[in-house]
């Protein structure tokens, strides 16, 4: 315990010399905010000419301008997955953001942090754990460290102070708040003598307000030193699964086990880890290693302007004060100048002969009806001295500096509501408002990252709780994945989201949103989402409203079924008539068809009675001479030939008879599939073509079908 107590001194000493001319400036930043824009010795030169040293505070509206664009453009932290399958454990971890930040007003503290910052270039957001509403888990919660309450390493870089080495930082506590702090250590406690004269406070953390302004009350101070160091860890892999585990130990057995198996191996590597220490009235009382569980500093730096490769720390680390001290301290001189010529305008003093007026201070008296009391007979001895003319080029100067102010605090006039120019419309002022934020974005993007920070050691003490208190906070169970060591660093990502009171209306302005897109979403999920008062009452008539839409619906939808109805037994009327239609149209084309055949058997009949007369004719022939006898051959070749054109006719005849047939049939099926049309073009369509069809049967000339 002396140890630390030794090296709590010594890293105190090494840091202060280092930021021992940086804590002087912060504390001109502050007054200059404030107002105190004087020294003392200043003040006291101005009262001695009987002036009063006049004040007029631009840089508070400056400042006042960011704080309040921060305030108004604030984002909540929503944590979203890095693949879809993590989906459900992000959207409950945004919903367990929300009660761990209204529980602390964390927002509220973070754009705090963010004012000091910009005062006085650096605060600290420190995540602790309180068990005073909760001793089991403890609440979490969220507090603002002035600079004035700490120092730290000085060569430290980045906003989570990853690579801080050691940090220390102050509070004046009472017995009963050191007991409620350190539970367990009330005997140790006890044996403490607190602070009772200014004489028992130390050389450290002078620019606190408890150091400079003691009361008197029985205080103790508590003082936490915080040491990042590292220790050999042990890395055990499943080779097989690529799943491992990190251990602090690995005992022989362990050991043994690794070396007889194949499909583990381990390695070794350096941790970080991370000491505290408390020491009060100097003396250690307890040390810890990762306190809540969090294997990083639970502090977030918080800054206006950082440079760390400058080694002047004024300038490495500027508040947005530190740039407007000069012009504001120039234009405060030449008001008090230009009010000084005003009041003299009439004249500037008074010239006089020794011993003549009674009582000097007569002469210094200003306003009306004053009396200056003259020894008799030398009135002509007291003269007033004529007053300089004011030079216009004060004003001129006057607004060069108020200008200067604005500059160097990275503000317009658009930003600041200063625009005097009536003929600009509001387009373009906006556009001058957007052209002026562009100089805001290194100081929002500062505090934006550092919320980032806070909200990730937050979430990483909120793994250390209980399934229960998690569940009691958010209504519904975490999923086991939340618990999982290295889920901050793969499965999720910390983002920012539009700032609303609770997720619910964060979800309810997602909605609308989505709406706008051309997402679909019912009325009652909005109403569901709507943060609005009288929910209930509103869902009841949105309820039977929607019941009687659904009434009218139904009735809508059995008239049309009706309909429907009527058009399906009008569509199977016509269906069975097509039907019915091509049935007769089949029996007359098979009607034909037994006429085709009659014909062919009286074709073969003429045939008969044509070969027949063939062989009455030979007969005949056989009693003629061999001239006749040729003529007769002749006469026969030329029956020969009709013979085999009325052949060829008939086969014609049989192809079109069977073309017919397979028309009728195609003609049939495609009525069968078709949309009925309308009957009576139906109709006139049939007779049409029973009319064609007689025709081509019924007509002698044509012989047959065409």
Not at 588 to 607: K, P
Request: aromatic share 8%; with cysteine; charged share 25%.
């Amino acid at each position: 315990m002396d140890n630390v107590v030794q090296s709590w001194n010594e890293r105190y000493v090494e840091a202060y010399a280092v930021w021992s001319q940086w804590y002087p400036q912060r504390e001109l930043d502050v007054r200059n905010y404030l107002g105190d824009q004087w020294s003392a010795d200043e003040r006291q030169a101005y009262y001695a000419q009987n002036r009063h040293a006049l004040v007029v505070n631009q840089i508070k509206p400056v400042i006042d301008m960011q704080v309040g664009y921060q305030m108004k453009h604030r984002h909540v932290s929503i944590v979203s997955p890095t693949e879809p399958k993590d989906q459900e454990v992000a959207d409950k971890i945004t919903k367990l953001i929300y009660p761990m930040m209204n529980l602390s007003d964390g927002y509220r503290v973070i754009s705090d942090c963010h004012k000091g910052a910009l005062i006085s270039a650096l605060n600290l957001c420190c995540v602790y754990k309180s068990y005073a509403g909760d001793p089991a888990d403890g609440d979490i919660l969220l507090q603002r460290l002035a600079y004035t309450s700490f120092i730290m390493d000085p060569y430290w870089t980045r906003l989570d102070l990853s690579d801080c080495r050691y940090l220390m930082r102050r509070e004046y506590l009472s017995l009963q708040e050191c007991f409620a702090l350190l539970p367990g250590h009330t005997k140790e406690l006890e044996e403490l003598t607190p602070l009772s004269s200014a004489s028992d406070f130390d050389d450290k953390f002078t620019f606190m307000v408890q150091a400079r302004r003691p009361n008197g009350e029985n205080l103790f101070i508590y003082d936490e030193y915080w040491e990042r160091l590292s220790s050999n860890c042990y890395r055990v892999v499943d080779m097989t699964t690529g799943q491992f585990w990190n251990m602090k130990k690995l005992n022989a057995e362990t050991r043994a086990f690794i070396k007889s198996s194949q499909n583990f191996e381990y390695t070794s590597f350096m941790k970080a880890e991370i000491h505290k220490h408390v020491i009060i009235n100097g003396k250690c009382i307890k040390s810890e290693i990762n306190p809540d569980g969090l294997d990083e500093y639970p502090f977030t730096a918080v800054v206006a302007y950082f440079q760390p490769e400058s080694d002047d720390y004024n300038l490495r680390l500027q508040s947005a004060v530190t740039q407007m001290i000069g012009p504001q301290k120039e234009a405060n001189i030449l008001r008090n100048q230009i009010m000084d010529i005003n009041a003299t305008k009439l004249h500037s003093g008074w010239m006089i002969e020794e011993d003549t007026v009674k009582d000097l201070q007569q002469l210094f008296v200003s306003g009306q009806g004053k009396i200056i009391e003259i020894k008799k007979g030398r009135m002509g001895a007291v003269q007033p001295l004529a007053a300089a003319a004011l030079d216009p080029g004060f004003m001129e100067l006057k607004n060069s500096f108020d200008k200067d102010i604005m500059m160097t605090g990275n503000v317009s006039d658009e930003l600041m509501a200063m625009d005097s120019n009536a003929n600009d419309t509001g387009i373009s002022v906006m556009l001058r408002q957007g052209a002026g934020l562009i100089r805001q974005q290194e100081i929002q993007d500062n505090i934006r990252t550092s919320q980032k920070f806070i909200t990730r050691k937050m979430l990483k003490m909120a793994q250390k709780w209980s399934p229960l208190k998690i569940k009691r906070l958010i209504s519904e169970d975490m999923p086991p994945a939340f618990f999982d060591e290295d889920l901050m660093k793969y499965d999720i990502t910390i983002e920012e989201g539009m700032l609303t009171s609770t997720q619910k209306q964060l979800y309810f302005n997602q909605l609308v949103t989505l709406q706008q897109l051309g997402v679909p979403v019912s009325p009652s999920e909005f109403v569901q989402a709507a943060p609005i008062q009288g929910k209930a009452e509103y869902l009841a008539s949105i309820e039977l409203q929607q019941k009687q839409q659904s009434e009218q619906q139904q009735q809508q939808m059995q008239l049309e079924m009706q309909k429907l109805d009527m058009q399906s037994k009008l569509f199977e009327s016509q269906t069975l008539n097509n039907i019915a239609s091509a049935r007769e149209r089949n029996t007359r084309a098979m009607a034909n068809v037994g006429l085709e055949t009659e014909r062919e058997s009286q074709a073969i009949e003429n045939r008969a009675d044509a070969d027949y007369r063939k062989t009455q004719s030979i007969k005949e022939l056989q009693g003629i001479d061999l001239d006749n006898l040729r003529k007769g051959i002749d006469m026969l070749m030329i029956l020969q030939s009709q013979t085999e054109a009325q052949k060829q006719m008939q086969r014609s005849e049989n192809i079109s008879l069977e073309q017919s047939k397979e028309q009728i049939s195609e003609i049939e099926r495609q009525q069968l599939q078709r949309q009925p049309q309308d009957q009576s073009q139906d109709q006139s369509q049939d007779q049409s073509q029973d009319q064609s069809q007689s025709q081509q049967f019924q007509d002698p000339s044509m012989g047959g079908m065409t």
